[in-house]
């Protein structure tokens, strides 16, 4: 049900000829209320997209009546004609929907450095706006695709409320040009704080810990929308759990699809002395592309592992090398550093799944980081994506 | 001619089957003075290999007499019992010179997490103590190859003395298993102290600046030895100057054959405030595996050079986004953070070498760090390492 799973909130997703193949690029998703509380988490790249410096700004009062979204170009590095062209878009939503332009969201994802083609996008988010419907959601989720061979959607009920939502991206919150974008809506009835403080803790255990290429995207966009329809108040904690998991069912799905993997990878890092230490931890091995590469090959190499361990400064992550561990699959190839189980007795060809164990043997904190491994499928599509 | 180019070095390579193929596995560098001056860089990663830990004690003194290299096994993450090889290694080749254990070096290079078969090895030693010739250095650079296509050396002349040296690696100062192994030699007549400068400062502006796939080693290694047999006595600047220029010959030799890279790529970031903001901008677009991607596909793709520039903390580097400049092989492809010259005035497929250059205008530092593209064969051949 997507977007469109709790009460409340409407949506289309419609064919506006931005993508060359045809295939549905523009989505809108419309909040009818009673109320339009809205939360945003937005990439912390430098280089930010120009849908992304106007959807900071218009969300910063924390209401939202609509979101547009358009694949087929990231409007990123278009300078200020780019950003006027999406002011012009969220103004042309806002008259089809009679509301102000200051709650009209604009998420867009696509190649960097090229304008957008403004009289198909227009049009494209009139016939949106015309096709706006109760059950539009999967249609939405379906329009926000780019190399993404699904849509991914997730509608989770609780007591007489329910979280929806939708996402893109083939792999991860940063996934550089595949931009990831995700609207998640709920019908609860709970305040805008409440609401971004329920967002920020989603995505920081959730899509942020996606990290399928290490490389930070300049659009993307999280988008939580609230419209009080089921008249049921929840806790910041009722809301909070089911932000969360609905966050982390749609980050799994974006693992799942990465581009071009043949496996997921799940890093846990147990025994750190903080959470983050242990995020990082997590984070030098799910970027380290030896250690990628090798479970594309499914080679047990707990060298590359422990050698991106050991890449951590001291300041980042406290722990002894040869005091850590590392099991490969359930199998603890690496003891202390040194040699463990024979690396023949993992098996990492049955399964997409592979779990990477590392204990640091310094704490009690612990952190999972997702990631694919490095193929030859990955080099091929980021190798001509623009060509 | 290799590390026996200066004089007062005789060296040898053999065959000891360490490696499955039966190619040269073992070398020795010998250093007859009449002094036998020594300094080194080591990997910074926490996971060092026994002969890393070793090396750096033994060289403590700024004395050495020999180094014994060996392929075919990293002798990392190998416990005690590898740190014991390393230390019956240095025995045994001290034995056969008559000099102090203290006085032998040791770098070896493959696999991490396996021990070395130590009656092959010693007997390799043997053999290349026997075999240590003063035209023995190509012999040397040819033992200590893995995956590099082609032995590097290099010999540099200067007036009345001259600085030599090998190189072994598949890219970088810190590529991970496919460590990078140097050393350097000279007939200069220097001090210790001296030596130590001059080899810092030329790694921090050389191999430092190589950085094929992002992944920092166990093992890397890089040795200069200094004989004094010329007599010369030369100046800190000028042993400096030469020792830089020889590093750099053999840095660039090494992303010349970086494993499966089609395109080697010189990252110069200009108008930085200091020479490590522009340093960090450099890495952060030469670890973008987007960026290595597109380039493979011989794509100019600055979108995704900018994205990944706009990753770089503020506290790091000082720039605005909206003013960066990027060129590609000479065409200013986005100015000031946005459209510049189309895209298709770029040729990427005439040549091996690609130059990017990013202009922060921010300040007048610069720096530049190489890389390679992300290929197939760079998957292939780190994918089937192990296997």
Known sequence: MSVTGPAGFRAAGVAAGLKSSGAPDVAL???DGPVQAAAAVFTTNRVQAAPVQWSRVAVGDGVARAVVLNSGGANACTGPEGFLDTHRTAEHVAEGLG???GDVLVCSTGLIGVRLPMDRLLAGAD??????AGDGGPAAAEAIRTTDSVAKTVHLERAGWS???MAKGAGMLAPGLATMLSVLTTDAVVEPATLDAALRHATRLTFDRVDSDGCMSTNDTVLLLASGASGVEVSAAELTEAVTAA???LARQLVADAEGASHDVAVTVRGAETEQAAVQVARAVTRSNLV????FGNDPNWGRILSAVGTVPVEQ???EADEVDVS???VLVCRAGGLGEPRELVDMAAAREVLVEIDLHAGQAEATVWTNDLTHDYVHENSAYST
Chains 1, 2 share one sequence.
């Open 247 to 249: 966050a982390a069912d």
């Open 328 to 330: 490969i699959n359930g």
């Open 127 to 132: 016939a949106a706006t015309a096709a706006l």
């Open 163 to 165: 979280v929806g939502g």
């Open 99 to 101: 509301c102000s332009a």
């Open 29 to 31: 998703v419309v909040n």
């Open 292 to 295: 990628k590469a090798a479970v």
């Open 317 to 319: 992550a406290a722990f």
